[in-house]
């Protein structure tokens, strides 16, 4: 079993920048892919960014290409989303998610685990 819990969310001016975290439970958590996703009002969850079990590889939604990183702590067991130039349209709830296969995917599917998510609001 793990547990993921996400945090870092709030409340950002247009053009400003957050960071999220996601701690994981679990001694294997080296081995996970980790990503995060997003889900706004009246929209389905999609995908932001994903890295893979060695951070050898990171993919992005080309909506975010540029503006946010992933990266991963696999020492503290936890995953981070930077993320700048925040936009409105980037306002959602951010959940990460653990791939236990540990190659990282954009398809929610994959995932195995999930956190309860944290709100971003960004406003305009």
């Known amino acids: 079993q793990v547990q993921l819990v996400e945090s870092g969310g709030g409340l950002v001016q247009a053009g400003g920048s957050l960071r999220l975290s996601c701690a994981a439970s679990g001694r294997t958590f080296s081995r996970y892919a980790m990503g995060w996703f997003r889900q706004a009002p009246g929209k389905e969850r999609e995908f932001v960014a994903a890295v893979t079990w060695s951070a050898g590889s990171t993919y992005y939604a080309d909506s975010v290409k540029g503006r946010f990183t992933i990266s991963r702590d696999n020492a503290k067991n936890t995953v981070y989303l930077q993320m700048n130039s925040l936009k409105p349209e980037d306002t959602a709830v951010y959940y990460c998610?653990?791939?236990?296969?540990?190659?990282?995917?954009?398809?929610?599917?994959?995932?195995?685990?999930w956190g309860q998510g944290t709100q971003v609001t960004v406003a305009s």
């Open positions: 998610a653990a791939d236990l296969r540990g190659l990282g995917s954009t398809r929610e599917g994959v995932y195995d685990y």
